[in-house]
């Protein structure tokens, strides 16, 4: 079985993904639910394929020992203390998430700067890229999920919703002014955040908005605001930063 030049892994709070990579292009992605993660699972997913080495972007610390039980020594963790490839315009370097830093470097890497990430997770983050490419700081919202999961536990009548486009802004039933809450409303919160970001930062022309997370194509695909829809946005950041903590040869 031929070898890959990385193994990469993205650490989330619902789920973790990874998939093996040359240092061009991404393979497969297998997802593993967080919660289930161990070392003993993440070997599973590895099965007998051969890798060189291993990028991690994290933001469940308490899932980092398993990983480095299964893959031992040598682990890239994403974090400000690697080569990035971006500036950090940050009072505390350290204290941003592993997955926004990813987001930005895929950002800079394959669309260019000055940039907004919008990651549709768990939590709905921005991130911000400045014209000089360096990572300003973001905004952080509930996920939409995290909205609706809230509105059915702490009520007695409002269901549990699937998000979906909905067929109207005046919900005709409980379930479709749920949906409508959550879609226009995030779609709402985009565009005003966006607008106060823009004015903050100074630049308007040639800023690029690029979305990436579970929910992004729901959500980014009918606003006319992004110019692109990457979903796999902080797998390829952790590539990219794979490539240049390993480079070829060693």
């Known amino acids: 079985m031929s070898k890959r030049d990385f193994l990469l892994v993205d650490i989330s709070n619902s789920f973790t993904k990874l998939a093996f990579s040359?240092?061009?292009r991404i393979g497969r992605i297998e997802r593993i639910p967080t919660p289930d993660l161990?070392?003993?699972?993440l070997r599973e997913a590895i099965g007998d394929r051969r890798f060189s080495h291993a990028a991690v972007a994290s933001v469940v610390p308490a899932k980092n020992p398993e990983i480095a039980k299964a893959l031992g020594d040598g682990i890239c963790w994403v974090g400000a203390g690697v080569d990035l490839g971006i500036g950090i315009d940050y009072p505390q370097?350290?204290?941003i998430g592993a997955d926004r830093l990813a987001n930005a470097v895929g950002a800079k890497y394959l669309h260019g700067a000055p940039a907004i990430v919008v990651d549709f997770g768990t939590a709905v983050t921005f991130d911000v890229l400045t014209k000089a490419g360096n990572y300003a700081g973001g905004v952080i919202a509930p996920g939409l999920n995290a909205m609706t999961d809230y509105l059915h536990s702490r009520?007695?009548?409002?269901?549990?919703?699937?998000?979906?486009e909905p067929r109207r802004a005046i919900?005709?039933?409980t379930r479709e002014a749920m949906q409508s809450g959550a879609v226009y409303g995030y779609r709402g919160l985009i565009k005003?955040?966006?607008v106060e970001i823009e004015k903050e930062i100074g630049v308007k022309r040639g800023l690029r908005l690029i979305a990436t997370g579970g929910d992004a194509r729901l959500i980014a695909g009918q606003t006319g605001l992004f110019a692109a829809v990457e979903p796999q946005l902080t797998l390829e950041g952790i590539?990219?930063?794979?490539?240049?903590?390993?480079?070829?040869?060693r």
């Open 155 to 164: 009520t007695a009548l409002l269901p549990k919703v699937k998000l979906r």
């Open 239 to 249: 590539r990219i930063i794979a490539t240049r903590n390993f480079p070829a040869g």
């Open 93 to 95: 370097p350290k204290s």
């Open 192 to 194: 005003e955040i966006v």
């Open 22 to 24: 040359t240092r061009e």
């Open 171 to 173: 919900g005709r039933s």
């Open 38 to 41: 161990t070392a003993e699972t």
